[in-house]
């Protein structure tokens, strides 16, 4: 019943993954533990082979973090889930379960930053070879397809563009290809989104993001849609070591708890916030799937349960106006990240992507005056009248 896949969203965002814990705790336990005891010399043997499946080591498994696991994967619609330390330890582990020497990746040319710099400067280190497209258009991924592509990634809406791919356009190319489509749902959540419906392989979580939503731990999942990847990138996070530690996956699932009601509620601040924006004087343009404004609307509305949280948005005013504002915010937030209670605001080409030449930020769509809105759960009045101020002075 718990782990059961056809129960609602909300009823499953709270139980999936509960096991009867045999002091009857409403939660699940922290196993704040490294190692566990066998019963014998022989259960320890059968614990090795995998003939029996007792816990041996908190790196290989652990009860709290299974818990974890298993809810993850069950509100993904996926097989099973792998917990890593960061979404980045889970993009990292799936590089390196699905590419290697003379491999290659087609991925997306807008994506979360460290995502495409951990390629280039250290995966290209190990001879593996990539192409970097605009995924929102499909031809561009087909044309960028080699003999030797094993793995195609995108991130949708992407990071900070908020530009739309369509996974099952995307998935129908992998798998007509033999390879897999990984996709970092981060964005949206498994309440918003869930790209193994579409078709997609493998998700990738930062779930220090809407999963968490408190803005207080750092922590990532691999979902896949089969046991057979799971089976090649588990072994790869076990001997990499980049897990969970336990206290992480009970603050997580804690989180987790709540997600459906946190991203409805941010999320509905955020059409207003971007209506609002749209008919501002000082705003070129608003980036939102929720605005029929944006070029992908219609994919969206197709796609995703709803237009999600992040607004991007650019200032007539250019670096100055973005620097102005980003100075002047009182109740929201000048931070990086997403997904959290708090609403946060930032300005890439004066903050995340101030070191980038003008070039390449352009072909990530990296405008002067491109601001990334993330809402909270704060009444949006009070919002709208934090960024009026603002703006006032931008
Ligand atoms: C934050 C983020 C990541 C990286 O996650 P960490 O938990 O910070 O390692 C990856 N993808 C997206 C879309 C993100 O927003």
Redesign the pocket.
């Known amino acids: 019943m718990k782990n059961a896949k056809d129960l609602g969203f909300f009823t499953r965002q709270v139980h999936a993954g509960e096991f009867d814990d045999p002091n009857g705790s409403a939660t699940i336990p922290i196993y704040q533990t490294s190692t566990f005891r066998f019963k014998s010399a022989d259960h320890g043997a059968a614990c090795f082979s995998g003939e029996d499946n007792g816990y041996i080591y908190t790196r290989l498994g652990n009860p709290t973090i299974d818990a974890l696991e298993k809810a993850v994967a069950n509100l993904e619609h996926g097989y099973g889930g792998i917990a890593t330390s960061?979404?980045?330890?889970a993009?990292t582990t799936v590089y390196l379960a699905l590419l290697g020497s003379g491999k290659h990746i087609v991925s997306h040319n807008a994506?979360?930053g460290?995502?495409r710099g951990v390629m280039e400067t250290v995966f290209s280190r190990f001879g593996v070879k990539y192409s970097y497209v605009d995924t929102t258009n499909i031809e561009n991924v087909r044309k960028a397809i080699l003999p030797e592509t094993t793995m195609i990634y995108t991130?949708t809406p992407a990071?900070p563009t908020i530009g739309i791919s369509d996974l099952k356009a995307l998935a129908e190319l992998a798998h007509e290809h033999n390879i897999p489509l990984v996709v970092?749902n981060?964005?949206c959540s498994p309440f918003l989104q869930r790209p193994i419906e579409h078709g997609a392989d493998v998700v990738?979580h930062?779930?220090?993001?809407f999963i968490n939503g408190h803005a207080d731990i750092?922590?990532?999942m691999i979902i896949t849609a089969n046991e057979k990847l799971f089976k090649i990138i588990e072994p790869v996070m076990n001997n990499m070591g980049c897990n969970m530690d336990p206290h992480q996956a009970y603050m997580v699932h804690r989180g987790l708890k709540t997600l459906g009601l946190r991203v409805e509620r941010a999320q509905s601040s955020a059409m207003k916030i971007a209506e609002y924006l749209e008919n501002h004087p000082k705003v070129a343009w608003v980036k939102y799937p929720g605005l029929k404004s944006h070029p992908q609307y219609d994919l969206a509305k197709r796609q995703m349960d709803g237009p999600g949280t992040m607004i991007s948005f650019e200032l007539k005013g250019g670096l100055d106006a973005g620097k102005k504002l980003m100075d002047n915010v009182k109740l929201i937030l000048l931070a990086v990240?997403?997904g959290g209670v708090e609403s946060l605001i930032q300005h890439p080409a004066s903050m995340t992507h101030s070191k980038i030449s003008h070039e390449k930020k352009l072909q990530a769509g990296i405008t002067d005056g491109l601001v990334r809105l993330a809402t909270g759960i704060e009444n949006v009045e009070d919002l709208i009248t934090d960024l009026d101020q603002a703006l006032q002075k931008a």
Do not use: Q, R
């Open positions: 960061s979404g980045m330890a993009i994506l979360y460290p995502a991130e990071n970092d981060t964005f990738v930062s779930m220090t993001k750092v922590a990532g990240s997403l």
